[in-house]
């Protein structure tokens, strides 16, 4: 009996002593979430003026928003582990309401410290208004849910939406919700129609649809590149260099080209030369580097316009053709010519310059048309590769030891010399040994600080249309709030304003996100593209994932709805088969509210795989939160060894 009472005994003292230790490890983290909600109750007055500004409809999104920008200055990783010890929130999915789980937990914190809390009441976003008002600003910009799917879809549709109302009509069926126009390409009469058949295909489907008109903003690309368009044609060989099959090669009407098969090259020439062409005959010629080559007339091609004809010809040897070459027609395998002509003017690949690491390349303020490098006869450089760029303001802001990235980021460079009217850049990175940089490529500059509008001429000639047309008006490049506020004044002055979209694909823009979120909320719709390919350039590929992560927090803590763009599905939409990289990828963009597809022929099968993959998903994740339904996978109760 003495034993029973003592070991109860001790059991009472060690659970007084464990009582003890989690009230007092309740006070210290008391402590600290005291100090952090002092900090965090006094921010908003600094901002006052900002939070005037902000439209009725995002004004307690906003309030949250600053509430999440001041918690997250501090560090509370210390605190986040002892916080679930004690079976309480590590805080760690609090952005739609921050200072509701805050207060949560400091509650439960006097609790155990048996404190009465005191905490000064005021205005918060309460636990289910968080994902309330997230919702109600995901309706208003992207349209309510048309289906079981909880996250939109927006495609990129190509210039073909305009001429091929069953592209569209198959996009909608598919599950596309937003279409997406990109006013860099086309024009006003093309974008027309391309909303005529979305609208149709509404009414033949019973669906709505959004759409969403991207200004093209300040982008920086190359200009033109000087050069005369060089076909390289060449039989195809076996792995020792044996010939395997001849170079099948079309010889067309220069006036009525038609509509043919493909080829290995395409050769344009006069009609009433190719009249005189017969099965067995050759052309001789020299080619680009004087080298004697022959092709032999093998059989008459009619187009598929029924009227226009052309020829097959064959070649078992390589030869490199251009614009001028002549071409001597001949009988009986090398006889006397028939008659000669000249190679007409013939589409080729896009001039360009090769560049390799170490050399140096010079970025022009003029239009004039850039060259490659030109050298010696020794093969030494005497004047770099020379390439113009689009916009000549960048010329005022850009420094020395700068970076600089063109075409998607695969060639790399540093800023060696900057003056007024050129840029000598040393290229230091290339994908392989040598590289070729052609026309309209991208320019990336992550360390300028530009001062320039984010409307160029051309938006500001778009705009009116835009706004009369569009359910959304993606600002590309924007970075600076005084843009945002400058777009949303014009939008009044004309007399409708579409949601706002920010796009942000810059360094710059990532950085100044706060203003911007702030900025947009003057609109009473808005939203936000994470557009993550000039955004993984400037910013690093290495720090895209923890960059697109710090962005999908701020605009949960906004209430802003972003939508998942760049890349997406992209091998799927342009080869008809996805990697598994680019599935998990997909598979992500449950986070966020709409994810975006670029143009592919296979855009459609796309949309039906991306459609499926986002169903299954949202049964498993809902923003940061996992959701823990029943597993099928593992149903079978485990059975217990004998």
Known sequence: MKTAKATKA????????????????????????LGIHGGLSTRLDERREELDAVH??????????????????????????????????????????????????????????????????SRIVEFSEGNSLLAEHTNALLGPLSGPRTIRIMVTVPSEAATDPQLVHGLLAAGMDCMRINCAHDDAAAWSKMID???KAEQELGRKCRVLMDLAGPKLRTGVIAGTPVIKCRPHRDEFGRVITA?????????????????????????????????GDELHFKDCRDASRKLRIVAEVVGTDGASCAWWAESTRTFYAAPGLTFRLCQNHGG??????????????????????????????????????????????????????????????????????????????VIRDALSDTLQVEITQVPSETVKLASDKGINLPDTQFSMSALTADDLENLPFVAAHADMIGLSF????????????????????????LKIETRRAFEAVPGLLLAAMRSPCAGMMIARGDLAVECGFERLAEVQEEMLWICEAAHMPVIWATQVLETLAKSGRPSRSEITDAAMGERAECVMLNKGPHVIEAVETLDDILQRMQTHQKKKQSLLRPLKSWGVPILDED
């Not at 200072?99 to 400091?106: K, P």
């Not at 090669?249 to 009249?275: E, I």
């Not at 843009?483 to 949601?499: E, F, K, N, T």
């Open 10 to 33: 001790v059991k009472t003292a060690k659970s007084a002593v464990a009582r003890e230790k989690e009230r007092h490890a309740a006070r210290k983290l008391l402590k600290a979430l």
């Open 56 to 121: 009725p409809a995002w004004r307690k999104s906003a309030e949250n928003l600053l509430h999440y920008l001041e918690f997250r200055r501090y560090d509370v990783r210390p605190l986040q582990t002892r916080l679930a010890a004690l079976g309480l929130s590590s805080l760690g999915r609090a952005e739609a309401h921050i200072l509701a789980t805050l207060r949560s937990v400091i509650r439960t914190l006097c609790y155990l410290d048996r404190k009465k809390p005191h905490i000064t009441r």
């Open 197 to 199: 058949n979305l609208r």
């Open 247 to 279: 170079a099948r090669v079309l010889l067309v009407p220069d006036d009525q080209p038609g509509s043919f098969p493909d080829s290995d090259a395409r050769l344009p020439m006069p009609a009433d030369f190719l009249k005189k062409v017969a099965a």
């Open 336 to 413: 006397d010519a028939k008659t000669e002509t000249t190679l007409s003017a013939m589409s080729a690949p896009s001039p360009h310059v090769v560049l390799k690491a170490g050399d140096t390349l010079i970025l022009t303020k003029s239009s004039e048309a850039g060259h490659g490098a030109v050298q010696d006869a020794e093969g030494k450089v005497t004047q770099p590769a020379r390439v113009p760029c689009t916009l000549p303001e960048v010329f005022d802001s850009v420094k020395t030891g700068e970076r600089i990235w063109f075409d998607d980021g695969k060639i790399g460079g």
């Open 478 to 501: 924007i970075e600076r709030p005084e843009d945002v506020i400058a777009v949303q004044q014009r939008l009044d002055a004309l007399g409708r304003a579409p949601a706002i979209v």
